[in-house]
């Protein structure tokens, strides 16, 4: 015991906090109390879900509990309710977080991954109503980002209670009551299924025709599921796949009890002149045109391409001149320059077949003189 006391005497010296001991049953009241009536928010820890409050809340809610206003307060100041809280901490009710506000590129980046799985579900749409809908969105996004500070937690490394707004993460859970009812009667439903050979008659001949029906009932659900799919298939083999006829279409989905068997059938028409033919054809004629744009765009790449190949090649030798590579081949562009000189000198050909050359006025004097 004294070398126990020792070690306490020397933690307390050096600034350690004591080692943990159970918490006191006035201890527990009061962290269900605050549970109770201090607000509390919700938020990510460690990719876990969890709760916390502000240290200044939970002093200010004590300062007005009956552990502060009764004949024999326990509370008299807030140091009073610190130092409470404070062991409070130390028995591993609560711990301390620190709070980190989520940046705007992390906000983005995981706008921006909403966005692509949502465009990507949604292919069909039109690009306009896309991008209506998008910068709706961003401006809905950013005035929340306004309203509201998205705040990230992290471990304190200092475990102490203070009386500010620092966060603190709740551990303290308690088991709900109807948590405890539904294991006990979990437990006596067992105990009176292991004694049913000690039933009356009458309650056995009940639970016998009880099993028999709800047999009976899975049996039907069954045979209805399978003669629903064998109707569809009946109906749509006949009509050459231009009539779906589905009974009982929401049988199979998840849905509740009652509404699993209404509507009593569901009926399609996917011939000719359907709506769901209109949009096959819709999305054929846009495959057609992103098509032809593609054959359209191919030859002048290609053009381009030819230009940059069929360029003179410059390479500087070791003495400063320079020499230039003719293309091997005639581009286009040069084939169209010669046709268009042959057809000008065809045109300044005479009657009488000979050439004749326009020559300024000017240039006549000067030749005379």
């Known amino acids: 015991m004294a070398e126990k006391r020792k070690t306490k005497k020397r933690k307390e010296e050096f600034g350690e906090p004591p080692e943990s001991e159970k918490a006191t049953s006035e201890e527990y009241a009061v962290a269900k109390w605050l549970k109770a009536n201090v607000p509390t928010k919700k938020t990510k820890f460690l990719n876990h879900h969890v709760e916390y409050f502000t240290g200044a809340k939970a002093v200010d809610a004590l300062l007005t509990s009956k552990w502060a206003t009764g004949k024999n307060p326990l509370f008299t100041n807030r140091l009073d309710v610190t130092d409470f809280l404070h062991q409070m901490l130390l028995h591993k009710l609560f711990h301390r977080a620190k709070k980190v506000p989520v940046s705007e590129q992390e906000l983005r980046g995981k706008s921006k991954k909403k966005d692509i799985e949502k465009s990507s579900k949604s292919g069909d749409e039109k690009d306009g109503d896309k991008a209506s809908a998008s910068e709706s969105k961003d401006k809905d996004n950013k005035e929340k980002e306004k309203k509201k500070r998205k705040i ?83 109906v749509w083999i006949l009509t050459l796949t231009r009539h779906h006829l589905w009974l009982l279409p929401n049988l199979t989905e998840d849905v509740g009890f009652f509404a699993s068997f209404w509507p009593l059938y569901k009926y399609e028409y996917r011939g000719p002149g359907s709506e769901s033919d209109k949009k096959s054809k819709k999305k054929r004629k846009k495959e057609k045109q992103s098509d032809d744009e593609a054959e359209e765009k191919s030859p002048l790449v290609q053009a381009e391409t030819r230009q940059e190949v069929s360029e003179p090649v410059i390479e500087q030798a070791d003495s400063g001149d320079l020499k230039e590579e003719p293309p091997e081949t005639e581009t286009a562009q040069q084939v169209a320059e010669k046709h268009s000189e042959s057809d000008t000198d065809n045109s300044q050909r005479s009657s009488t077949d000979r050439d004749f050359e326009i020559v300024e006025t000017a240039d006549l004097e000067e030749t005379r003189t």
Request: overall charge negative; hydrophobic content about 60%; glycine content about 4%.
């Open 152 to 234: 990230r937690l992290e471990m304190h490394l200092e475990q102490v209670f203070l009386d500010s707004l620092d966060a603190y993460v709740w551990i303290y859970d308690p088991m709900p009551w109807y948590y405890w009812l539904c294991g006990a009667l979990v437990v006596f439903g067992t105990i009176g299924v292991c004694m049913f050979p000690l039933w009356p008659a009458t309650v056995r001949k009940g639970v016998y025709y009880l099993s028999i029906a709800a047999a009976a009932f899975l049996v039907m659900i069954i045979v209805l599921a399978v003669l629903r799919v064998v109707v569809f298939c009946l």
